[in-house]
């Protein structure tokens, strides 16, 4: 059946389904609930829950029950993430007794996840453990940080819980027509992954389960590693219990890049004497922002960086800074904002001798051979007016910067198949360098297309090797002295 | 035993229908990474789980990164089988 023959049903998730569910299964890993630590993740933003999408799935699929199923087979893959505030169509492709459901979910055409499952209608299996089932939500836990080479040795119990309350408000066929007991087993495996095996740092890529009507009491799913692929960070996790068996498929995600602090910087590198230099460096409180203010200020420069959401991350740069000696402040700075007063941010009576401008948005975002508009749109406030407005807004107080630099990319040279908005961007924020070069006397506009550098942007669960940013940071320092 | 290359893209065939979710793929080898929307880094890690699992290899690093078409995992399969 092709999907336009297929019946689909849309949904956007929000903040409130989020926590709601992140309750109702007790997986409460920031990287769906929290926007600003999920935004230094490398998925760059927060994202729904892998479980949360297969049982709304289940919902759509089970509105057209009149009975009761009880799943025999259950295969899901999760093949990309889903943002908060995303449109996710769901498609029961087919639906039969005796090949089973199957159903796909997208995200503007981008297939998200697959979801296969046999089962049997009106069983409405007496199972012994529903009555043992605890009708109550999971308590909340921090969320374990069990290290890679812990892994090979974890393993555990979670109880199965099912909260009626909690369930009503999210999905209105599921407490119909599933057995309490599966949804439950459904629920705890994203607890396991989330929360515990390995807990923070994981990414939920799919299962696969086999449910049997074996008599059983205890309503728990064990759980055991038992691979771990180190080529890919991508583990098995075994679980058993409640009449299940099955594997659940895991990547262990890379954790926030935490870049050189300053005391290791001024222990590792030899800086130009920049006393005098007053940088303004837009972006600065992560990432090839923060090293470079740090460079900068380990040189002498006077440092001003801008944040937008990371008040915390850019204090955080201005304090190691300060307590190493040198100068720097932090301010707020929406850079796409059509009314942001940068002059008067930054300080009436400051003007900066340099300009570095790192602001950008999450830069892997885009779908492998499709150009969006829309996003080629969002890298242009960033890359192209952006800057130029930032530009324009110094050179409005009567003083221009007398040198700038702007990061390009290798990108524009080796065009990605999923990065044709980010390379068109750049390419358009280089003539815009290139423009205020040749029309601005008193200023000097440096654009370098910069290799992969490690920072959370280029975080990946694929080995790749990214260079160390100082290095290159430090040699575009002293070409722009 | 030599594997035949006829048996080899069959199997690829179903493994590459089974990961891109489609029953009517059509996949060569000059089929590359280019022509196939979905073969992004995660369903790259898929592939190479699929293959090395139905094919009983084990490929390194350096190979999982170089494998740019159908042909390339054909070649990869083969020199696994000759090392035997």
Known sequence: MQDSEARMIQKIFTQQDQELFAKLSGDYNPMHLDALYARRLMFGRQVVHGIHLLLWAFDVWLQGKAETVELCDLKADFTATVAVSETVECYVLSDCCDEGVKIRLTVGGLRVAVIHATYVSGAAAVNPAKANLLFSTPQREECERVPVNALGDLSGRVALHLDGEAVDRLFSFIPLYLSPVQFAVLLATTRIVGMKCPGMNSVFSGLLMKFSFNHFTLPELLFRVSDFDDRFSRMIVEVSGSGVVGKLSVFYRPAQKIQSSYVELSERVVCPDLSGQRALVIGGSRGLGEVTAKLLALGGADVRITYHRGAEDANRVVDEIKSGGGTAEAVALDIVAPKEDIASRIGDHWNPTHLYYFATPFIFDGSRGKFSAALFDTFCHYYVTGFLATFQALKARGVAPRKVFYPSSVAVTEIPLDMGEYAAAKAAGESVCQFLDKTEKETDVLFVRLPRLDTDQTASIVRVDNMDPVPVMLDIIRQLK | ?84
């Open chain 2, 1 to 84: 035993m030599p594997l035949l290359n006829s048996d080899v893209i069959i199997k690829l065939r179903t493994i590459f229908r089974e990961i891109f979710d489609d029953d009517t793929m059509h996949i060569a080898p000059s089929t590359m990474r280019e022509d196939i929307e979905d073969w992004d880094s995660v369903a790259h890690i898929k592939l190479v789980l699929a293959i090395e699992e139905e094919f009983a290899v084990r490929m390194s690093t350096e190979e999982v990164s170089s494998v740019k078409s159908v042909a390339g995992f054909m070649k990869a399969i083969e020199r696994h089988f000759c090392d035997r």
